[in-house]
């Protein structure tokens, strides 16, 4: 279909179904569309919000048109956060990864660059000397052996690069923003995602419903795309949906300063470094077990107690576990 039909729909207040916008997504792929057309939809979209069902079609697209990761283990979790959240936040996801892979879990993480803060997923693991690869037996090798891989989103979402320019020229955000979270390679059947408001709460809560995952998304009240324990935060879950305050996990307030990743991707990485080798600011240790706790319950079903979980987290930062497991990430991947 001709990129006017789907706007002509759109001028007449028509919603997209998954399959138009997966056939849009590859269509774009293929140069079927210029530029000013493209332009047209994203803020077409942008302007009314993005339904479900669209944003599910995107993100078929993006997956039937990239690098498909198979890894052979059927219980794997990724952590992110959706970004744009601008509070520069050192890596939280990240390092909580590290966290649930050293207390025994399997973990696949996906992310690039830094967008709006200092240091990104890729920015931390390559500062590291962390060499990425698409060779899927190598990824395999290294879930197994390690418990961990890393997927550099530029290796696998080859659709990204058509659209590129044209999001980097808008004024604005648009719906790809929404999607990096859900593209990854290896479709992990547990998520744990920090969103930076309540309206992508409710999206995403849809989409994973639709998707049949087990999931967990989290969001402070005062902005954060994670659990940033500077104020109330709010967990959706499969199995339920609450409100906490960090005096609930038996958490002291964190003050935002804590947070900070600071000015340079070398200093962002030496908080990464500090939170495995346990002598981080109490602040980003707690922030850590918080976010990682969260994680291993999704992994858990929800089986267990959150409490049990901070405490599962908890020793493998104290003992030396995540540590280690960091440690045998980088000279895996080196």
Do not use: W
Not at 76 to 102: E, L, M, P, W
């Amino acid at each position: 279909m001709a990129m006017k039909d789907y706007l002509d729909r759109m001028l007449n207040h028509e919603e997209l179904s998954r399959e138009d916008t997966k056939n849009i997504l590859i269509g774009i792929t293929k140069n079927e569309y210029n530029d000013c057309e493209i332009t047209a939809l994203l803020t077409g979209i942008q302007m009314r919000g993005i339904t479900v069902d669209e944003l599910l079609g995107f993100r078929d697209g993006i997956l039937e048109t990239g690098v498909p990761v198979c890894l052979h283990n059927d219980r794997f979790i990724d952590v992110v956060g959706t970004g744009g959240d601008r509070k520069n936040t050192f890596n939280i996801s990240t390092t909580s990864c590290f966290v649930i892979a050293g207390a025994g879990y399997k973990v696949a993480k996906h992310g690039n660059f830094a967008a709006t803060s200092v240091s990104g997923a890729s920015n931390v693991i390559r500062e590291h000397g962390v060499k990425f690869t698409d060779d899927i037996d190598k990824l395999n090798r290294c879930l197994d052996e390690v418990g961990i891989v890393y997927l550099h989103a530029q290796l696998f979402a080859k659709a990204m690069k058509f659209v590129g320019p044209i999001r980097k020229a808008l004024p604005f955000p648009t719906f790809f923003n929404l999607l990096g979270p859900i593209v990854n390679p290896s479709q992990p059947p547990c998520q744990l995602l920090g969103v930076a408001n309540l309206d992508q709460m409710r999206l995403y809560n849809n989409v994973y419903q639709k998707l049949g995952m087990d999931y967990g998304i989290v969001n402070s009240i005062d902005g954060y795309d994670e659990i940033s324990l500077t104020g109330d935060f709010k967990v959706t879950t499969n199995d339920y949906e609450k409100v906490f305050k960090p005096a609930d996990l038996g958490f002291p307030l964190c003050k935002p300063e804590e947070l900070l990743a600071g000015a340079t991707e070398e200093e962002a990485a030496q908080i990464f470094d500090n939170v495995l080798a346990n002598r981080a600011l109490p602040g980003q240790k707690n922030v850590v077990l918080a976010n990682a706790a969260f994680g291993i319950q999704v992994l858990e079903k929800g089986k267990k107690d959150i409490h049990e979980c901070i405490e599962i987290a908890r020793d493998s930062i104290e003992s030396g576990k995540a540590l280690a497991t960091f440690q045998k990430f980088v000279a895996f991947n080196s």
